[in-house]
């Protein structure tokens, strides 16, 4: 826990602020007997240290771009879409939410199958690669779809809105994104340079360069 305090407190400053106004909101919450608030407030912020455990846990780096991402969309998901109705209030929100974190779910998955053959670019073809984070980031969006409904016929929320409507237009923004993010993988897999996210990629692989010994 010590060390997780430690590496929250060298966070950038917007991430420490996104902690501070749900704990603000908590505290808030608690004192004005708005309990749902405060139980989405609370869940939210214990997702956005998740990030920070696991890379602890196991010991590996993640750009604190691609760590601030995580962290907003976190953020944004499920404190003000749902507490502050954002998604009502801006029919676009959703689209947003969805749409980057499947590019970022994309990028994921690519460095997630890369690991496995430790950057061997031989190993498996890089469509091959780039179909596994296709699906890795479909796969999240559904399990997100299922979150939402389990989160509506448990807590009496609204994070479905229109139904199966809303589900399928988020699958369909899920797959657009992840596959933008599978594509750009592919590419930087193939060329290292000129891809989109190529610097965070390289970022990411330079300095966990243990887990892909054999990229050259």
């Known amino acids: ?11 950038p400053l917007i991430m420490r602020l996104v902690w501070v106004a749900l704990i603000v909101e908590l505290v808030a919450s ?4 708005r309990y749902v608030s405060s139980f989405v407030a609370l ?7 998740l990030p920070m455990v696991f890379a602890s846990r196991f010991h590996i780096y993640v750009p604190p771009s691609f760590m601030t991402a995580i962290v907003l969309f976190i953020f944004a ?3 003000l879409g749902e507490v502050g109705d954002f998604y009502e209030r801006y029919w676009w929100w959703d689209v947003i939410l969805h749409g ?22 031989y190993a498996a073809p890089p469509w091959g690669i780039g179909l596994f984070a296709f699906c890795f980031a479909m796969t999240i969006g559904a399990l997100w779809e299922i979150f939402e409904y389990a989160m509506d016929q448990t807590f009496g929320m609204n994070m479905q809105k229109s139904g199966l409507q809303d589900t399928m237009w988020d699958l369909i923004v899920d797959a657009g994104g992840g596959l933008v993010g599978a594509t750009c993988g592919t ?7 000129g891809a989109p996210f190529s610097g965070v990629l390289r970022d990411f692989i330079d300095r966990n360069e243990r887990f892909f010994e054999k990229f050259r």
Do not use: C, N, W
């Not at 608690?30 to 007997?33: E, K, N, T």
């Not at 980057?100 to 670019?121: E, H, K, P």
């Open 100 to 121: 980057g974190s499947a590019v970022g779910f994309g990028l994921i998955g690519f460095l997630a199958i890369f690991m496995l053959v430790q950057g061997d670019r």
């Open 30 to 33: 608690l004192v004005s007997g």
């Open 43 to 49: 869940g939210t912020f214990g997702l956005t240290l």
């Open 187 to 193: 590419i930087y897999m193939a060329r290292k340079t």
């Open 1 to 11: 826990m010590h060390r997780i305090m430690e590496k929250a407190r060298k966070q």
């Open 77 to 79: 998901t499920i404190f």
